[in-house]
C-alpha cells in the first residue's frame, strides 16, 4: 500500500478539528449527557479510512466520532446529530452515542462491549450471503473483560466468520488502569485462544497503524477468519467531557501528551523528511476554519419538534 504521507496528516487533524468543535456544545448545554472524544487516537481512525469499503460494517462504541468519519459518514450530518438538530444523521434522536447511518454500514452503542455482538451480526450475514466484506467491532480495553468479547471471539472464529476486533487500548477503562485488571501484557495474545489472528500495534503511530489494519482486513476478508487487532494508544482528555479525571497524575498526563500525541508525532516525522512547515501549518488552519464554518452553520438548522420524541423509535410493521 502507498501511503499519501500528506493526506495522512490532513485526515487526522480534520479528525481533531471535528471533536475540538463538538467540544464547545458541552458548556454552552447544546449537547446533553457524556460526550466522549477520542483525542489522541486519531491515528486509528486514519488509518480505518485507508482500508475499509462502503459495503464493509463498522460497530462502534461510546467513543465513536472518528469511526464514523473513516467509514465514510457525512461529517456535517454527523455533527449535526452530535448536537442534536434536525438535520442529523438520526434526525436528533440518536445523539453524540448512538449515532446510525444504514447507507455507510455504521452504527454505534454506549454499552460497553455491546459493539461486538452487532457486528458479529453483520459478519454472518456476509458468509451467509457469501459477499467479500469484512465487519469491524470495535471495543475499548475495558470492554475486553467482558463476556460479549469472548463469546464473539469464540463464536467468529469456530464458523470462520469475516469479525475483525479492533480494541483501542488507551489503557484506562473509565478511571480503572489496565494493567491493575489484566495479568497480560496486553490483549492481541488472546486471539490465540480462539485460533483467531492477533496482533499488536503501537496506536499513534500512523503509518505503522495502516499496515496492521491493512493486514488483518486483508487476511479477514480473503477468508481466514476473525482477526483481533489491539491498537495501544492514551486518550488526553477525561473519560468524558467534564470527567475532573484525578485518577491519573498531571506529570503522566504530560509526559504521553509530549510522547504520544499522534499528530506530533507524525508532524515531526515529516518534517524530517523534508515537508514543510508552513504547509503543515495550512492544513491545520483549514481544518479548524471547515469545523468551524460547519458548526457555525449547524447551529443554525432547526432542534425536532418535542411532539415527535417517540417517531423514528420504533419499527413499523406493515
Same mark, same amino acid.
Given at each position: 500500500m502507498k501511503l499519501n504521507e500528506i493526506n495522512l496528516f490532513r485526515t487526522m487533524v480534520r479528525l481533531r478539528a471535528f471533536d475540538e468543535a463538538c467540544i464547545e456544545g458541552v458548556p454552552t448545554f447544546e449537547i446533553h449527557g457524556e460526550l466522549h472524544t477520542s483525542i489522541g487516537q486519531e491515528a486509528?481512525?486514519?488509518?480505518? #479510512?485507508?482500508?475499509?469499503?462502503? !459495503?464493509?460494517?463498522?460497530?462502534? /462504541? !461510546?467513543?465513536? !466520532?472518528?469511526?464514523?468519519?473513516? @467509514?465514510?459518514?457525512?461529517?456535517?450530518?454527523?455533527?449535526?446529530e452530535i448536537f442534536e438538530k434536525e438535520t442529523g444523521l438520526c434526525r436528533g434522536r440518536g445523539g453524540h452515542m448512538h449515532p446510525f447511518d444504514p447507507e455507510h454500514n455504521f452504527s454505534a452503542?454506549?454499552?460497553?462491549?455491546?459493539?461486538?455482538?452487532?457486528?458479529?451480526?453483520?459478519? +454472518?450475514n456476509f458468509k451467509l450471503k457469501g459477499l467479500p466484506y469484512i465487519a469491524v467491532g470495535i471495543?475499548?480495553?475495558? #470492554?475486553?473483560?467482558?463476556? /460479549?468479547?469472548? %463469546?464473539?471471539?469464540?463464536?467468529?472464529?469456530?464458523?470462520?466468520?469475516?469479525?475483525?476486533?479492533? =480494541?483501542?487500548?488507551?489503557?484506562?477503562?473509565? *478511571?480503572?488502569?489496565? *494493567?491493575?485488571?489484566?495479568?497480560?501484557?496486553?490483549?492481541?495474545?488472546?486471539?490465540?485462544?480462539?485460533?483467531?489472528?492477533?496482533?499488536?500495534?503501537?496506536? /499513534? $503511530?500512523?503509518?505503522?497503524? =495502516? @499496515?496492521?489494519?491493512?493486514?488483518?482486513?486483508? +487476511?479477514t476478508r480473503k477468508g481466514g477468519g476473525p482477526s483481533l487487532l489491539e491498537a495501544t494508544c492514551y486518550r488526553h482528555r477525561g473519560h468524558y467531557e467534564g470527567d475532573h479525571d484525578n485518577y491519573r497524575e498531571r506529570a503522566e498526563k504530560q509526559r504521553m501528551r509530549a510522547e504520544m500525541d499522534p499528530i506530533a508525532r507524525y508532524r515531526?516525522?515529516?518534517?524530517?523528511?523534508?515537508?514543510?512547515? $508552513?504547509?503543515?501549518?495550512?492544513? =491545520?488552519?483549514?481544518?479548524?476554519? %471547515?469545523? *468551524?464554518?460547519?458548526?457555525? $452553520?449547524?447551529? @443554525?438548522?432547526?432542534?425536532?419538534?418535542?411532539?415527535?420524541?417517540?417517531?423514528?423509535v420504533f419499527a413499523e410493521v406493515v
Open positions: 486509528i481512525g486514519a488509518a480505518m #479510512a485507508q482500508s475499509l469499503t462502503l !459495503h464493509d460494517a463498522v460497530v462502534s /462504541t !461510546h467513543r465513536n !466520532h472518528y469511526h464514523a468519519l473513516a @467509514k465514510g459518514v457525512p461529517p456535517r450530518a454527523l455533527m449535526a452503542t454506549g454499552i460497553v462491549g455491546a459493539s461486538l455482538p452487532v457486528a458479529l451480526g453483520y459478519a +454472518y471495543c475499548g480495553d475495558g #470492554a475486553t473483560n467482558h463476556g /460479549t468479547f469472548h %463469546e464473539c471471539l469464540n463464536m467468529a472464529a469456530a464458523w470462520g466468520l469475516p469479525l475483525v476486533c479492533l =480494541v483501542e487500548n488507551n489503557q484506562y477503562a473509565i *478511571s480503572v488502569r489496565f *494493567s491493575d485488571v489484566t495479568a497480560t501484557p496486553g490483549i492481541a495474545e488472546r486471539a490465540a485462544a480462539y485460533g483467531a489472528f492477533g496482533r499488536r500495534v503501537d496506536g /499513534t $503511530d500512523v503509518e505503522e497503524v =495502516v @499496515k496492521a489494519f491493512a493486514e488483518v482486513a486483508r +487476511y515531526r516525522m515529516l518534517v524530517e523528511r523534508g515537508a514543510a512547515e $508552513d504547509e503543515l501549518d495550512q492544513i =491545520v488552519a483549514a481544518a479548524k476554519g %471547515e469545523m *468551524s464554518a460547519m458548526l457555525a $452553520d449547524i447551529r @443554525k438548522d432547526a432542534m425536532p419538534d418535542p411532539a415527535g420524541a417517540m417517531d423514528h
